[in-house]
């Protein structure tokens, strides 16, 4: 309570979640570590590194906790993402969480990888996904669809991965 009392960070971005993502937070962690390492601050450049690491864990935890609820085989089940852009409140997809999941799934092969984002358009998600999966076999197992309740339905996981409004309280969303 007392960090999410600062103005400058707020309450907002004090949730538990599966990492952060988005196009500039990586980038400007990595110029951090840069700037240290060149003033020979080692243990600082270690340290923002470290915030790297513990993102891609929290990806490989979440990934490897869908592996485990679905006992230990994906093959040919569907697995629903809501959400792929980096954070409510935008379509902006770069680097998204939600890409680094979906590319970790697909190892397993399922039979679909089912996504949805209200605020995303299905070219945007594709463009996305086409960055960081070039496979076409595993491409053709991924398909956006138009609502929450098409991507969830018939599925083995549902993974919500950004926090929309539509996610949390699907009832008042339909309202």
């Not at 243990?43 to 935890?61: E, P, S």
């Not at 945007?124 to 138009?146: A, F, G, W, Y």
């Amino acid at each position: 309570k007392g960090i999410g009392a600062d103005t400058r960070l707020g309450k907002k971005f004090l949730h538990a979640g599966v990492g952060f993502g988005g196009s500039c937070f990586e980038k400007d962690i990595l110029n951090l570590s840069y700037m240290a390492r060149t003033l020979h601050l080692d243990t600082v450049a270690d340290y923002w590194m470290g915030v790297l690491d513990i993102n891609k864990y929290q990806r490989d935890r979440f990934t490897q906790k869908v592996h485990r609820a679905l006992n230990g085989n994906l093959k040919g089940k569907k697995v629903a993402i809501l959400g792929f852009a980096f954070k409510e409140g935008t379509n902006d997809t770069r680097n998204s969480i939600a890409v680094h999941i979906i590319r970790e799934i697909s190892n397993e092969r399922p039979k679909e990888i089912a996504i949805f984002d209200p605020g995303c358009s299905a070219a945007e998600i594709m463009e996305e996904v086409r960055e960081h999966i070039k496979d076409e076999r595993t491409l053709s197992q991924i398909k956006v669809r138009n609502n929450w309740r098409d991507t969830t339905e018939g599925s083995s996981a549902i993974c919500i991965l950004t926090p929309w409004y539509h996610f949390r309280y699907p009832a008042q969303a339909q309202a």
